[in-house]
């Protein structure tokens, strides 16, 4: 039987490409889409150490590409770029809008390079970025208002750099951010107190900008909030809200050299409270009474204009590390209560910082603690020698100190090796020679101001996270920075052996750069100042640097590529079945012809057309076929659309063009080039399409084609081509046979999505009687492209929906071969079948 034979021929294409995966599994198989994008991101960047030399090479998911890790989505078969790292990189030059089309990204990462220009607001199209991580760098402009479209954002850092203008009210449309980093630039205007309803925030750092206006009170609502970090800028003299004092969960509320006026809030209800910064502002009145919370560590009200006595309610703090009143109008006595915190703390040291107020006594303690400060320098108790005797009246500078965490008191012999290895000082092992990982990092706002108390929490804290002992933590050096910011360099050791093995390597990175670890709320938000891989550099080639082995990557494909093969199998014998099914209902479909309406369409003016064309020049003119020339056209709104202008004997009556409209109206479908409008004035007919801006299938198989089509590319177009075909028979209403499938009817759009097109000779399906029995063909005049004709239906001049399957199967064997189905005189089916040996029946 002659559809028996047809059906052959799909399953032996099936059978062969079985085959062509073998060898196909390891060819490029990242979105083509998303190719393209990375090469103009790697052509718009200066790379003067050639840290992107991979990215000229092969494919970047599969190849060596610098930075790039990649995911399988099932869903069309790529490899998608899912993460960007490309961190301290010494790269140089701008972002452009291409970064936008990497849809499925979760973290772009160019901190710590040295990137200008602005941030393309194209970013705002990755609704999957998960981390935005742009700090450190020259940016400039203004915030995009797109990046508030960015739903899944849980942290934007953009910190020093350049940005200037307003905060977007749309960022308060970040549902899922808990991070918003925007220190350290020049934004100005008021916050948007619309920031305050977002329901996951934890920390908004936005300390040295120029931002003016108020203090919105509405953060007190805010659920989370943990750290609120507003230093110097110039708030023109607002007050400080008395509802930040009702905070359940401020931490930190940092508001240093912000042109601040009235006075004090009762901050006794902040149960977290740790630190609290409200010094060089113009605060008056006296300190509140009420004691703070027992977790405070820092309190900083110095250079203001308080009066009045110091408060007994500072006494009996147990974590409280640095009391600074300085440079204010406080009088009368030192409370002797403030010696109670000499013994409350245990061996930590403890500052009081009391210069140059107007303190007149203090009562001495019983006793001499030497980690018990306080500074009264300034005071007129100064001035009496008897007083003077018993506290430090020498003018004192306070800053937190740098330190070194710990010594070693083993003598070793130099590690002779190699220059890598090193001593790793806590190792329960003396003297044992590893290759560290060395981490810069850094704590962007730490609710201390002595770190050298938290050493072994931090360590242990650290270590348990990244599921590594505290004794694999080493950082001998600390550095307090200008915010203030907590840096350090991390050495991480192997456990007792000198190498990590790739795999935990690979861990820890992950979970470093991508923020997968939460430190404890003393420590606050941390950053990687970089990562340096060292000597691990060479044991992982392609599973560090591009996210997946060529192992893994050849079963991933290989299986996705057995699966398609089953799908398509499937869609074939779907397409040759299910008709019958959705055709119960034939009298109501064929009395709905007779009634015309549009549906979704738009009518234009010929005045329209001709604007969009530039009346319909040469230079807009992308085509013709059988029905005439087809122009790329600009709408008034920016549309970019696909006009078909019907030559003369292809004008149809009113009527007749009516009833096409309303037919394509009607159909709606992914892999369907959609029917945007039409034009029916003067003579005139025009059909309005989307445009497909990546040509036709035809095109891409030819050799004039400048990127090749990667097996996996030809396998989603077939699937989505037979998808389209599937609609038309089974699901459209009424159902359509296509007669002309060919691969230039085959269109691809800006992603690569396959649409079927040009429905010019379309047929609709044969109805059902009354007894609703559906007729398994219809007699018609056959036409068709040569090549792509079912003979049955050439001989027969029956058209069914078997008719567009063959069609559809000669167009699976180009994607196969890439050869035309008509070459030099020879039939590609022909040379197919006796290829492998079977026969053609007429």
């Given at each position: 039987?002659?559809?028996?034979?047809?059906?052959?021929?799909?399953?032996?294409?099936?059978?062969?490409?079985?085959?062509y995966?073998?060898?196909?599994?390891?060819?490029?198989?990242?979105?083509?889409?998303?190719?393209?994008a990375?090469?103009?991101?790697?052509?718009?960047?200066?790379?003067?150490?050639?840290?992107?030399?991979?990215w000229?090479?092969?494919?970047?998911?599969?190849?060596n590409?610098?930075?790039?890790?990649?995911?399988?989505?099932?869903?069309?078969?790529?490899?998608?770029?899912?993460?960007?790292?490309?961190?301290?990189?010494?790269?140089?030059?701008?972002?452009?809008?291409?970064?936008?089309?990497?849809?499925?990204?979760?973290?772009l990462?160019?901190?710590?390079?040295?990137?200008?220009?602005?941030?393309?607001?194209?970013?705002?199209?990755?609704?999957?970025?998960?981390?935005?991580?742009?700090?450190?760098?020259?940016?400039?402009?203004?915030?995009?208002?797109?990046?508030?479209?960015?739903?899944?954002?849980?942290?934007?850092?953009?910190?020093?750099?350049?940005?200037?203008?307003?905060?977007?009210?749309?960022?308060?449309?970040?549902?899922?951010?808990?991070?918003?980093h925007?220190?350290?630039?020049?934004?100005?205007?008021?916050?948007?107190?619309e920031?305050?309803?977002?329901?996951?925030?934890?920390?908004?750092?936005?300390?040295?900008?120029?931002?003016?206006?108020?203090?919105?009170?509405?953060?007190?609502?805010?659920?989370?909030?943990?750290?609120?970090?507003?230093?110097?800028?110039?708030?023109?003299?607002?007050?400080?809200?008395?509802?930040?004092?009702?905070?359940?969960?401020?931490?930190?509320?940092?508001?240093?050299?912000?042109?601040?006026?009235?006075?004090?809030?009762?901050?006794?209800?902040?149960?977290?409270?740790?630190?609290?910064?409200?010094?060089?502002?113009?605060?008056?009145?006296?300190?509140?009474?009420?004691?703070?919370?027992?977790?405070?560590?820092?309190?900083k009200?110095?250079?203001?204009?308080?009066?009045?006595?110091?408060?007994?309610?500072?006494?009996?703090?147990?974590?409280?590390?640095?009391?600074?009143?300085?440079n204010?109008?406080?009088?009368?006595?030192?409370p002797?209560?403030?010696?109670?915190?000499?013994?409350?703390t245990?061996?930590?040291?403890?500052?009081?910082?009391?210069?140059?107020?107007?303190?007149?006594?203090?009562?001495k303690?019983?006793?001499?603690?030497?980690?018990?400060?306080?500074?009264?320098?300034?005071?007129?108790?100064?001035?009496?020698?008897?007083?003077?005797?018993?506290?430090?009246?020498?003018?004192?500078?306070?800053?937190?100190?740098?330190?070194?965490?710990?010594?070693?008191?083993?003598?070793?012999?130099?590690?002779?090796?190699?220059?890598?290895?090193?001593?790793?000082?806590?190792?329960?092992?003396?003297?044992?020679?590893?290759?560290?990982?060395?981490?810069?990092?850094?704590?962007?706002?730490?609710?201390?101001?002595?770190?050298?108390?938290?050493?072994?929490?931090?360590?242990?804290?650290?270590?348990?996270?990244?599921?590594?002992?505290?004794?694999?933590?080493?950082?001998?050096?600390?550095?307090?920075?200008?915010?203030?910011?907590?840096?350090?360099?991390?050495?991480?050791?192997?456990?007792?052996?000198?190498?990590?093995?790739?795999?935990?390597?690979?861990?820890?990175?992950?979970?470093?750069?991508?923020?997968?670890?939460?430190?404890?709320?003393?420590?606050g938000?941390?950053?990687?100042?970089?990562?340096?891989?060292?000597?691990?550099?060479?044991?992982?080639?392609?599973?560090?640097?591009?996210?997946?082995?060529?192992?893994?990557?050849?079963?991933?494909?290989?299986?996705?590529?057995?699966?398609?093969?089953?799908?398509?199998?499937?869609?074939?014998?779907?397409?040759?079945?299910?008709?019958?099914?959705?055709?119960?209902?034939?009298?109501?479909?064929?009395?709905?012809?007779?009634?015309?309406?549009?549906?979704?369409?738009?009518?234009?003016?010929?005045?329209?057309?001709?604007?969009?064309?530039?009346?319909?020049?040469?230079?807009?003119?992308?085509?013709?076929?059988?029905?005439?020339?087809?122009?790329k056209?600009?709408?008034?709104?920016?549309?970019?659309?696909?006009?078909?202008?019907?030559?003369?004997?292809?004008?149809?009556?009113?009527?007749?063009?009516?009833?096409?409209?309303?037919?394509?109206?009607?159909?709606?479908?992914?892999?369907?080039?959609?029917?945007?409008?039409?034009?029916?004035?003067?003579?005139?007919?025009?059909l309005?399409?989307?445009?497909?801006?990546?040509?036709?299938?035809?095109?891409?198989?030819?050799?004039?084609?400048?990127?090749?089509?990667?097996?996996?590319?030809?396998?989603?177009?077939?699937?989505?081509?037979?998808?389209?075909?599937?609609?038309?028979?089974?699901?459209a209403?009424?159902?359509?046979?296509?007669?002309?499938?060919?691969?230039?009817?085959?269109?691809?759009?800006?992603?690569?999505?396959?649409?079927?097109?040009?429905?010019?000779?379309?047929?609709?399906?044969?109805?059902?009687?009354?007894?609703?029995?559906?007729?398994?063909?219809?007699t018609?005049?056959?036409?068709?492209?040569?090549?792509?004709?079912?003979?049955?239906?050439?001989?027969?001049?029956?058209?069914?929906?078997?008719?567009?399957?063959?069609?559809?199967?000669?167009?699976?064997?180009?994607?196969?071969?890439?050869?035309?189905?008509?070459?030099?005189?020879?039939?590609?089916?022909?040379?197919?079948?006796?290829?492998?040996?079977?026969?053609?029946?007429?």
């Amino acid at each position: 039987m002659m559809h028996k034979s047809k059906f052959t021929v799909f399953m032996a294409f099936l059978a062969v490409s079985f085959c062509y995966f073998l060898w196909a599994a390891v060819a490029q198989v990242t979105d083509p889409m998303e190719v393209s994008a990375l090469k103009t991101i790697r052509n718009s960047l200066n790379d003067p150490i050639g840290n992107l030399n991979s990215w000229n090479i092969g494919d970047p998911c599969t190849s060596n590409w610098n930075g790039i890790f990649c995911y399988l989505n099932a869903n069309d078969g790529y490899l998608h770029v899912q993460q960007l790292h490309l961190l301290k990189l010494n790269l140089s030059g701008t972002l452009v809008p291409e970064l936008g089309l990497l849809s499925h990204l979760q973290i772009l990462d160019f901190m710590r390079n040295k990137i200008n220009g602005t941030i393309p607001k194209e970013i705002g199209n990755i609704t999957s970025l998960k981390l935005l991580l742009l700090s450190g760098n020259e940016l400039s402009g203004t915030l995009p208002e797109e990046i508030g479209y960015l739903v899944n954002l849980n942290r934007l850092q953009i910190d020093e750099n350049q940005i200037s203008g307003l905060i977007p009210k749309s960022f308060a449309n970040l549902n899922s951010v808990k991070h918003l980093h925007m220190n350290n630039n020049s934004l100005s205007g008021q916050i948007p107190s619309e920031l305050s309803r977002l329901p996951r925030l934890l920390h908004l750092l936005v300390d040295n900008n120029n931002l003016s206006g108020y203090l919105p009170p509405e953060f007190s609502m805010s659920p989370h909030l943990k750290i609120l970090q507003l230093d110097n800028n110039n708030f023109n003299g607002s007050t400080i809200p008395a509802s930040y004092g009702n905070m359940n969960t401020l931490i930190k509320l940092s508001l240093r050299n912000c042109s601040l006026q009235g006075f004090i809030p009762d901050l006794s209800g902040a149960p977290e409270l740790s630190y609290l910064d409200l010094s060089w502002n113009n605060l008056t009145g006296s300190i509140p009474s009420k004691r703070l919370s027992e977790n405070v560590t820092t309190i900083k009200l110095g250079r203001n204009q308080l009066q009045g006595s110091i408060p007994s309610n500072f006494s009996g703090l147990p974590l409280l590390q640095l009391l600074s009143l300085n440079n204010n109008r406080l009088s009368g006595s030192v409370p002797s209560s403030i010696w109670q915190n000499k013994t409350s703390t245990g061996n930590k040291s403890r500052i009081f910082d009391f210069q140059n107020n107007l303190l007149t006594s203090i009562t001495k303690s019983s006793d001499s603690s030497t980690n018990f400060t306080i500074l009264l320098y300034g005071n007129p108790l100064c001035a009496n020698p008897v007083q003077a005797n018993l506290v430090n009246c020498q003018p004192q500078a306070i800053n937190p100190t740098s330190g070194n965490t710990t010594s070693s008191t083993i003598a070793c012999p130099s590690c002779t090796t190699d220059s890598d290895y090193e001593y790793n000082p806590l190792s329960p092992i003396p003297c044992i020679c590893a290759i560290p990982l060395k981490v810069g990092f850094r704590l962007k706002s730490p609710a201390i101001s002595d770190f050298h108390p938290y050493i072994e929490d931090f360590r242990i804290d650290l270590s348990s996270l990244l599921y590594l002992n505290p004794y694999q933590v080493y950082f001998g050096l600390y550095n307090w920075e200008v915010g203030p910011r907590l840096s350090m360099y991390l050495n991480l050791f192997p456990d007792k052996t000198s190498l990590f093995n790739a795999s935990e390597v690979i861990r820890i990175r992950r979970m470093l750069t991508g923020w997968e670890i939460t430190l404890s709320d003393v420590f606050g938000p941390y950053e990687v100042l970089n990562f340096t891989l060292g000597s691990y550099a060479n044991m992982f080639p392609t599973s560090v640097k591009s996210g997946l082995s060529k192992v893994a990557l050849a079963g991933i494909v290989l299986g996705s590529s057995v699966a398609g093969a089953i799908i398509a199998a499937i869609i074939v014998i779907f397409i040759m079945q299910k008709r019958s099914r959705h055709q119960v209902d034939s009298k109501k479909r064929a009395s709905s012809r007779t009634t015309i309406k549009f549906y979704d369409v738009k009518g234009f003016l010929l005045e329209e057309m001709e604007r969009a064309t530039d009346n319909f020049s040469n230079s807009s003119l992308v085509g013709h076929g059988g029905y005439g020339k087809v122009y790329k056209g600009i709408l008034a709104d920016g549309t970019v659309v696909a006009i078909k202008r019907a030559q003369e004997g292809s004008l149809q009556g009113s009527n007749e063009f009516a009833t096409e409209i309303e037919l394509l109206s009607r159909l709606h479908h992914r892999n369907l080039v959609s029917l945007v409008g039409y034009c029916d004035e003067e003579d005139e007919q025009m059909l309005i399409y989307e445009f497909m801006s990546n040509g036709n299938l035809r095109d891409l198989l030819s050799r004039e084609s400048k990127e090749p089509l990667s097996f996996m590319m030809r396998l989603r177009i077939a699937l989505e081509t037979a998808r389209g075909i599937l609609y038309l028979h089974a699901e459209a209403d009424p159902p359509i046979f296509h007669r002309d499938i060919k691969a230039s009817n085959i269109l691809l759009d800006s992603r690569y999505t396959a649409k079927v097109s040009d429905f010019g000779i379309s047929r609709l399906a044969p109805v059902s009687n009354v007894e609703g029995v559906s007729p398994d063909s219809v007699t018609t005049v056959v036409k068709g492209t040569p090549g792509y004709l079912d003979p049955e239906y050439f001989l027969t001049h029956k058209l069914t929906d078997k008719s567009d399957v063959y069609s559809l199967g000669v167009v699976f064997l180009e994607l196969l071969t890439g050869m035309q189905p008509i070459s030099f005189g020879k039939n590609l089916v022909r040379e197919y079948l006796a290829s492998t040996g079977c026969k053609m029946n007429h």
